[in-house]
């Protein structure tokens, strides 16, 4: 059990939440100043999960025994998480063990080609662009003639120059975006040393990724929107979006134009 991210995790949780958000029957706690912060106080999460105030202040300083699946299940439900927020809780307890990279499915790889003049790619849970089709190559670059170590969706943007920007006034939404992806993926595989080294580059590099790694936010953003300045047909306001696929650790990313656009007019000069 990582213990100090558990607790970071469940400590942001209940700062996220706001005072509405307890349930009527839940009382506040006696002999309490006004409330300091917008966050719960610890006493009402405790009260809403059933476990003692006591367990769950050394839950929140990396103190506390493992806790069981029930206890986490009741932490969940107080705390309003998300299926994906569930699943990474479960993760820093030791509920679930490591992931295993897996090859890429086959039948992933029939659904890239089948996407036809739609720009696909494949990423795993590193970012590492793993496969493509021959609409992403034209509209992006030529995947394979990149190093390997450039193969990766976060290093994009430094690959490609000021081919693929993020869409005026969405700027801090691909790295939240990035954040939330690479704490799943260090929960998933917390021994994988060049995740690590890439978590810690990006936070070097960028003050707004390390304000997103220390967020702790794990719920997925499904679209994000992308301006692309492409040689031949020129600015390109598209919607990034992504798909986990199922059974799968490998998630899926698709550049989609809104219909009657110009850029959706001008994908079909794509191939």
Known sequence: MSSAD????????????????????V???????????????REEVAAQAGVSVNYYERLERGRAPRPSPQ????????????DAEHEHLARLAGQIPPSTRAPVPDDARRLLDGLGAIPAYLVDERQDIVAWNRAATALLTDFAQLPAEDRNALKLPSVL??????????????????????????????????????????????????????????RPR??????????????????????????????????????????????????
């Open 6 to 25: 558990l607790a970071d995790f469940l400590r942001r949780r209940r700062e996220s939440l706001r005072p509405e958000h307890v349930p009527a029957g």
């Open 27 to 41: 009382a506040a706690p006696p002999g309490r100043r006004a409330r300091r912060t917008p966050g719960l106080r």
């Open 71 to 82: 206890v986490l299940a009741a932490l969940g439900r107080a705390l309003r998480l998300t």
């Open 161 to 218: 120059g000021t081919l693929c920007t993020a869409a005026p006034g969405s700027e801090g939404e691909f790295l939240k975006h990035t954040a939330a992806q690479l704490r799943t993926a260090s929960a998933r595989y917390p021994t994988d040393r060049g995740l690590g080294e890439l978590i810690n580059d990006l936070a070097a590099r960028s003050p707004e990724f390390a304000a997103a790694w220390r967020a702790h936010d794990v």
């Open 222 to 271: 499904l679209a994000l929107r992308k301006r692309l300045h492409h040689p031949e047909l020129g600015r390109l306001d598209l919607d990034l979006r992504t798909l986990q696929l199922p059974s799968s650790s490998h998630q899926l990313a698709m550049y989609t134009a809104e219909p009657g656009s110009p850029a959706a007019r001008a994908f079909t000069h794509l191939l």
